[in-house]
């Protein structure tokens, strides 16, 4: 009776656990605001470990084969050179954010490989149902009310107009629901199954509600891509007609904008108003201030040709060298933005990571669910050159489970069961970054709990939780500035001064320490504090 009972437990869980994995991995965190915030990465680094650690305890791991392990060896890599690039780095609380995030899709990557072949149809229907989730939950806003964006609301008069969420950000719900439009066909497709192809109708109206061309240009290569890799070998006249076709309307739409100079004009200027003219805004070349991200970015690159300026480094270089007083975060390119942070090596470790999945798409091509994971991954490393996918989890590990489909595809041969010492040491390393991940979650929410303290208008409270967060994040300088600000609304301008001072000494490029320390000075110091201020970011003006 209880062997019996156990294998059927086993038997459900393995039935349910992909579809769960993805779904609570990938929903949970769009739902939770695309896990942008730091206070997210705790659970959506502890729930893989869970998984993971218990598949190894249970003896129910089993080693991935080539190129499947090789792309977790290059997550890995890629996480130790961004830790390892704090050592350097112009700011060391974003780096360390950064290096954190990287513990999330380290943990969904290995939590991802543990499946079989068997397993990937429910995974990727687990993907899919978590982008139809998330497109109910936005249509829903829009239908009944509701707070409906994050979205750069204070530079873009019609970003209310948008859907942004839950996830918190249009183009990163566009791609979501492109991703989702991906799947839904892919299955339908090629598994014969015409009822996975119902989530398009709550996928497409999310998308175009978004008025986001990125997800749309992402939805037409990553549509081209599967087809490319689902049909049978293309004939040579096809190939000419389509290059041919291909040719003249790129022509044809270089003629419309002006020729090359006009594009490069039309991408540097703003685009249309949602309000003024939808359909105009959707075929619009504006790169919507992007041009001049990418030129910080470039710049910020040849400053550090070597090592990169570190980790999350791109705010402080853009808040110096900036040509508009625009409020950005990041350089809006994975890749150009990983250069200019991490250097070559880094930018190499990623390439490499990416190009992983893609081989392993050559090699699985045959395969029915081959072509929808490859069109969804495609549409990621797409979206993700010219925007901020990388930090929002909910999209990345959306794309790079596409990827870890794709590479349990590509298998060949069955996996092998890991020996004693390797199910130790496996043990060993989820328990290391599961303390890592808790340690990283008090401080969050600490600091978290500070700020919003503080905002909230109850100083005594905001003071005692950055006390605490003093003792876990004692490398920032964000804590003794939140405890200076909360002494400095209780009156207490000599404290506040000291906590300034030592949010400096910790981190002398902070401009928000310039500006809190300028409040509480006077004569030369203020003068001083102010000038430092305006050298790191010249277009912010300062009321003192």
Request: glycine share 8%.
């Amino acid at each position: 009776m209880s062997s019996k009972s156990t294998r059927q437990v086993y038997g459900r869980a393995r039935a349910l656990g992909p579809v769960v994995l993805s779904l609570a991995l990938v929903g949970g965190l769009a739902l939770d605001n695309g896990g942008f915030d730091p206070t997210s990465w705790g659970w959506s680094t502890l729930f893989p470990l869970v998984v993971l650690g218990t598949a190894l305890v249970l003896g129910r791991a089993r080693s991935p084969n080539g190129l499947a392990l090789t792309f977790l060896g290059l997550v890995v890599a890629l996480a130790a050179w961004t830790w390892f690039s704090v050592a350097w780095s112009n700011d060391v609380a974003s780096s360390v954010l950064d290096a954190e995030r990287l513990l999330v899709y380290l943990a969904g990557v290995a939590a991802f490989l543990l499946l079989d072949r068997s397993q990937v149809a429910r995974f990727l229907v687990g993907l899919l149902a978590a982008a139809s989730l998330v497109g109910v939950w936005a249509l829903s806003l829009r239908a009944f009310g509701g707070s409906g964006s994050y979205d750069v609301a204070a530079v873009s008069a019609d970003a209310t107009r948008r859907l942004a969420a839950p996830v918190g950000y249009s183009n990163a719900l566009g791609l979501l629901a492109a991703i989702g439009i991906l799947l839904a066909l892919g299955l339908a497709v090629r598994l014969r199954q015409p009822v996975a192809a119902v989530p398009v109708l709550v996928l497409a109206p999310t998308l175009y509600f978004t008025y986001s061309r990125g997800a749309w240009l992402a939805l037409a290569v990553g549509g081209i891509a599967a087809a490319a890799l689902a049909l049978p070998r293309i004939s040579r006249r096809v190939m000419v007609a389509v290059a041919i076709v291909a040719v003249c309307a790129s022509a044809v739409a270089l003629v419309r904008v002006g020729g090359p100079g006009g594009s490069v004009r039309e991408f540097s200027h703003a685009p249309p108003s949602v309000k003024a003219d939808r359909s105009r805004r959707v075929f619009s070349l504006s790169g919507s201030s992007r041009a001049q991200y990418w030129h910080v970015a470039w710049r910020d690159f040849q400053d550090h040709p070597w090592l990169g300026s570190g980790p999350g480094s791109f705010q402080r270089q853009w808040l110096r060298l900036r040509p508009a007083n625009l409020p950005v975060l990041d350089a809006h390119s994975l890749y150009l933005e990983t250069l200019a942070e991490l250097g070559p090596l880094g930018l190499g470790l990623l390439v490499a990571l990416l190009a992983l999945p893609a081989a392993a798409a050559a090699i699985a091509r045959k395969q029915p669910l081959a072509a929808p994971a490859f069109g969804g991954y495609v549409a990621y490393l797409l979206h993700a050159a010219q925007d901020w996918d990388w930090e929002l989890p909910a999209l990345t590990l959306a794309g790079l489970g596409c990827g870890a489909a794709l590479l349990i595809l590509a298998e060949r041969e069955p996996r092998l069961a890991l020996g004693r010492r390797a199910q130790m040491a496996g043990i060993g390393a989820v328990v290391a970054l599961a303390l890592v991940a808790l340690a990283a979650l008090a401080g969050n929410q600490t600091l978290a709990a500070a700020s919003v303290s503080l905002n909230a208008d109850k100083p005594a409270r905001a003071a005692r939780e950055a006390r605490w967060a003093k003792r876990l994040v004692p490398w920032s300088p964000e804590p003794w500035r939140l405890h200076g600000e909360a002494l400095l609304s209780q009156g207490n301008l000599d404290g506040a001064r000291r906590d300034f001072l030592s949010a400096l000494r910790k981190d002398a490029s902070d401009w928000d320490s310039w500006v809190d320390l300028a409040l509480v000075t006077r004569g030369k110091k203020q003068e001083r504090a102010v000038a430092r201020a305006r050298r790191l970011n010249p277009l912010e003006p300062i009321h003192r």
